[in-house]
């Protein structure tokens, strides 16, 4: 006689959100959730943008911050919670989260199954609510490292300014037009001195040789000169 065994699956009931995400950019107050004015959709391409915040959705710690709040006996049942049940709950809601992003959209699709019907609202409304503040924690962060290295930048451009000021002012001091010129008109400069200077080192041994001939002259011999006078007795 054959035997047949059957496997059934629980039922799994859903609970579906769209989250609407928005990246904030240079501001350094909180954004909140109604706040337009510092808030700029991704486009198209804005994808790294659309991973992060997908990240962010679905987290351990998130998923763990729920757990603890809504008690892990709501999540598993009291049958069966023990020292690893805050855990446990935080990995059932992990594998139940399923998130899809809509080509070309700004939208994450977010859904949580889970075989007990009473949870799957509960839990999804609060994976949301903590990623909306998680979200602006984390953009609050990014807004006021934008703004120093903003400050940081503009006084970078104000000495970058202040120094090309004060290199103006000494080629107009100097009449300096540019490097290269002046490079030049120095290395015409210092040709000219050591041709000068070649030249009065040649007047110099010139002179140096006259002078010479004109001492040998002075002290050699003349034939045709007088004898001197003698004193004679008279």
Not at 19 to 41: C, H, I, M, N
Not at 83 to 105: C, F, H, W
Not at 169 to 179: C, E, F, H, N, R
Request: charged share 25%; proline share 4%.
């Amino acid at each position: 006689a054959a035997g047949y065994l059957y496997f059934t699956s629980p039922r799994l009931y859903v609970s579906e959100a769209k989250v609407l995400v928005r990246y904030v950019r240079e501001t350094t107050s909180a954004p909140t959730p109604d706040d337009d004015s510092q808030v700029k959709s991704p486009d198209a391409r804005g994808e790294g943008i659309l991973n992060s915040e997908t990240e962010i959705l679905k987290s351990l710690d998130l998923t763990k911050k729920v757990a603890e709040e809504l008690g892990p006996d709501t999540i598993l049942g009291t049958a069966q919670l023990d020292n690893t049940a805050t855990n446990r709950a935080a990995a059932a809601i992990y594998q139940g989260i399923q998130l899809e992003v809509p080509r070309r959209s700004n939208i994450i699709l977010v859904k949580f199954q889970n075989p007990n019907a009473n949870i799957v609202q509960p839990v999804l409304r609060r994976v949301i609510e903590l990623y909306q503040k998680k979200h602006v924690e984390i953009h609050r962060e990014v807004g006021v490292l934008d703004e120093l290295f903003r400050q940081q930048t503009d006084q970078a451009r104000q000495d970058l300014a202040q120094t090309e000021e004060k290199l103006r002012t000494l080629k107009a001091q100097y009449g300096i037009i540019s490097v290269e010129d002046t490079k030049k008109a120095l290395i015409e400069e210092l040709s000219a001195i050591r041709q000068q200077l070649f030249t009065a080192e040649a007047e110099l041994e010139q002179r140096k040789a006259a002078l010479g001939g004109l001492q040998s002259a002075s002290t050699g011999t003349d034939t045709n000169q007088a004898p001197a006078a003698i004193p004679q007795d008279t």
